[in-house]
């Protein structure tokens, strides 16, 4: 099983910027397709971004597009969300997160994710 730790997480003013990192156990990282969601007080957990397992392609929920960009370094077993221009509707703690699905694609709903990090919190003021 894979384990996953976030990191990257803090406060940061509207406009700001922050890069967040997940780095995972294991020697097969790269079989899996990797994904980012958050959990803001008081609401269920969202879909952020995905990235294959090569990292070819990335697919987003229609609120971060242009401004987050999820990538992966699969030498280094860490997958990176840059956040950019955030708002204060983006402070939510923030997963990564493995998907085993890996034969379709975009996987976007939490059940096709089986291993989650702790998690990481991000706040934006405004």
């Known amino acids: 099983q894979v384990q996953l730790v976030e990191s990257g997480g803090g406060l940061v003013q509207a406009g700001g910027s922050l890069r967040l990192s997940c780095a995972a156990s294991?020697?097969?990282?790269?079989?899996?397709?990797m994904g980012w969601f958050r959990q803001a007080p008081g609401e269920e957990r969202e879909f952020v971004a995905t990235?294959?397992?090569?990292?070819?392609?990335?697919y987003y929920t229609d609120s971060v597009k242009g401004r987050f960009t999820i990538s992966r370094d699969n030498a280094k077993n860490t997958v990176y969300l840059q956040m950019n221009s955030l708002k204060p509707e983006d402070t939510a703690v923030y997963y990564c997160?493995?998907?085993?699905?890996?034969?379709?694609?975009?996987?976007?709903?939490?059940?096709?994710?089986?291993?989650w990090g702790q998690g990481t919190q991000v706040t934006v003021s405004p």
């Open positions: 997160a493995v998907s085993l699905r890996t034969y379709y694609w975009p996987n976007y709903r939490e059940s096709d994710y089986a291993s």
């Open positions: 294991g020697r097969t990282f790269s079989a899996y397709h």
């Open positions: 990235i294959t397992k090569s990292g070819g392609s990335t």
